[in-house]
């Protein structure tokens, strides 16, 4: 099927995990042989145009006046991608779904939706409300309506985690049936440990120092702040620890401050933005990875280590409470506590064996759980429970008072539906002469 994904930004524009997720669940649906299409941002560099990995990029240039309102540059992002839609014309024209990922495509997803009369699937990775514990502005409340409103357009909603299933319930009161939970996955062969990233890791670190490895971005709700509070104990116990906090944020100088005020400053290295090999190198090659968030929906970062093969500490919230189990596979600290999260991490730099252990059971469990290939089967098994709904709806028969005259002309058996069946027959069984119906059923099964 032809499948239309919404992101705001897609490789190598990376900002956070969304990226990474859209990009290798579109990979992994093209691997099924599906026909993928994502239509995102512009990047430097980067043709408007390209095929990577089989999936079809398609980059909406922003020729819009530059606007210092955040809410009005994203209502100029929707635009730009409206007319790179209407610009390609067949090329991306009716897919059998639309795929949106957060609220920033909201807007150009609801109109295509309603446009091309298709069903619109929505990936909610975050809330404005559980980034901020509640919504304290008018420009967090304009954000959080526009999340309500993506939310009540989409026929499905997925979230990666139960944690932000029963976020997403609670905040935008989203019926739970109307609700599907997908893991993030990762990469596995992205992360070998390999002489050059023996190399990378001694620009950070002397050989017979532990490093301690910290990855994201420098905003509050990942805590880095509380890592850097937890170092004085760390190293009063374990001196060889050199911590890398590697991202970039708005919290770096205040982060930077802050070492130097507790004296630690020459034991911690902020490199900034790093590169995907480089970060790659660190995960194989650290000690520890941490991460100390306060608020994650699910924790990507972590499963990186994870398949890395490096043993992990993260605080026991969101997600992160659902990926590790404490002293199994990882252990988890309580959250915005640093006496906590030094202990934890001690222990796995005073345990070399413990360490081995909780990476081993971590890498199986990556393997087992969190492969894109599982992932990508799941969600095109969320499409086809859509299609099959859609095809009993008004719009799948082509009625309503918007159906095109054509569609109408053709009857319940035109082009739309007739489609549709075509579709649908690829994954039921051979010979199958069931009705639309009881080809739902097959289908959810």
Not at 229 to 250: D, N, S
Request: charged letters at 20%.
């Amino acid at each position: 099927m032809r499948i239309l994904m919404l992101s705001w930004e897609y490789p190598p524009k990376v900002v956070g995990g969304l990226a990474r997720h859209v990009q290798e669940l579109s990979e992994a649906l093209v691997q099924r042989g599906h026909e993928v299409h994502v239509l995102t941002s512009e990047c430097s560099g980067e043709p408007l145009d390209s095929q990577q990995n089989g999936v079809w990029v398609h980059r909406a240039r922003s020729g819009y006046p530059a606007s210092k309102d955040f809410y009005a540059s994203v209502l100029n992002l929707n635009f730009g991608l409206l007319e790179r839609v209407l610009a390609l014309g067949p090329a991306v024209a009716d897919p059998a779904v639309l795929h949106a990922h957060d609220w920033l495509v909201a807007y150009a997803a609801a109109a295509l939706k309603h446009a091309w009369r298709r069903p619109l699937v929505a990936t909610i990775h975050a809330t404005e409300w559980g980034r901020n514990r509640g919504l304290h502005n008018d420009l967090s409340r304009r954000i959080s309506d526009a999340e309500w409103w993506l939310a009540y357009e989409a026929w499905r909603v997925i979230t990666c985690s139960y944690h932000m299933r029963d976020e997403v319930h609670h905040v935008f009161q989203v019926p739970l049936d109307k609700l599907a939970v997908l893991p993030n996955g990762v990469k596995r062969s992205l992360f070998r440990r390999t002489a050059d990233a023996s190399a990378v890791r001694e620009r950070f670190a002397a050989p017979r120092e532990k490093l301690v490895l910290y990855v994201g971005r420098l905003v509050r709700e990942k805590g880095a702040a509380v890592l850097l509070e937890a170092l004085p104990k760390i190293l009063h116990y374990c001196p060889g620890t050199r911590l890398v906090v590697a991202g970039t944020g708005p919290l770096l100088g205040e982060l930077q401050a802050r070492a130097v005020a507790l004296g630690v400053a020459e034991r911690v290295c902020f490199p900034g933005f790093i590169d995907d090999a480089t970060r790659n190198a660190l995960l194989v090659t650290a000690d520890v990875a941490v991460y100390p968030s306060t608020y994650e929906p699910f924790g990507i970062v972590a499963l990186e280590a994870m398949a890395a093969g490096t043993p992990v500490v993260v605080s026991d919230v969101g997600g992160f409470s659902e990926i590790v189990v404490h002293g199994v596979n990882g252990l988890k600290a309580y959250p915005n506590d640093a006496e906590s999260l030094a202990n934890n991490i001690l222990t796995l730099l005073h345990n070399p064996e413990l360490a081995r252990q909780l990476a081993d059971q971590a890498m199986e469990d990556v393997r087992d759980y969190y492969d894109w290939t599982g992932i990508a089967e799941a969600t095109e098994g969320v499409y086809l429970k859509v299609l099959a709904e859609y095809a009993q709806s008004p719009w799948g028969r082509g009625e309503g008072e918007a159906a095109d005259a054509s569609e109408k002309a053709a009857g319940a058996s035109g082009p739309r539906l007739g489609g549709l069946s075509a579709q649908l027959s690829a994954y039921l069984p051979h010979g199958w002469s069931g009705s639309l119906e009881e080809s739902q059923e097959v289908v959810s099964r």
